[in-house]
């Protein structure tokens, strides 16, 4: 069955950096999008980055156009969010999410999440 599972996150101070995975299995991973969503305290789901299939393509929120960097692994089935010049804004859970087929935002798979929480 189809399963992504994040990890990663962490405390950091602002201004520093971070790196969250997500590892995919059960599905044919170098076929699909791939996005990460995030999920402040009290909010609702923020959408935050999206790669294509073959990595040629990568879309950001204004939020973190700049600072944050997506990239994927294809033969090892993994998605990465690089994240540089944190804010304590961008204290959220991080999902990856899997995008349908044809519906780049649009999501059919979630995993559980990865806490990331900027403080000093």
């Known amino acids: 069955q189809v399963q992504l599972v994040e990890s990663g996150g962490g405390l950091v101070q602002p201004g520093g950096s971070l790196r969250v995975s997500c590892a995919a299995s059960?599905?044919?991973?170098?076929?699909?999008?791939m996005s990460w969503v995030r999920q402040a305290p009290g909010a609702g789901l923020e959408w935050v980055s999206v790669i294509n299939s073959i990595s040629s393509d990568t879309y950001y929120a204004d939020s973190v156009k700049g600072r944050f960097t997506i990239s994927r692994d294809n033969t090892n089935n993994t998605l990465y969010l690089q994240m540089n010049s944190l804010k304590p804004e961008d204290t959220a859970l991080y999902y990856c999410?899997?995008?349908?087929?044809?519906?780049?935002?649009?999501?059919?798979?979630w995993g559980q999440g990865t806490q990331v929480t900027v403080s000093s």
């Open positions: 059960g599905f044919a991973f170098d076929a699909y999008y």
């Open positions: 999410a899997r995008s349908r087929l044809g519906r780049m935002y649009e999501y059919d798979y």
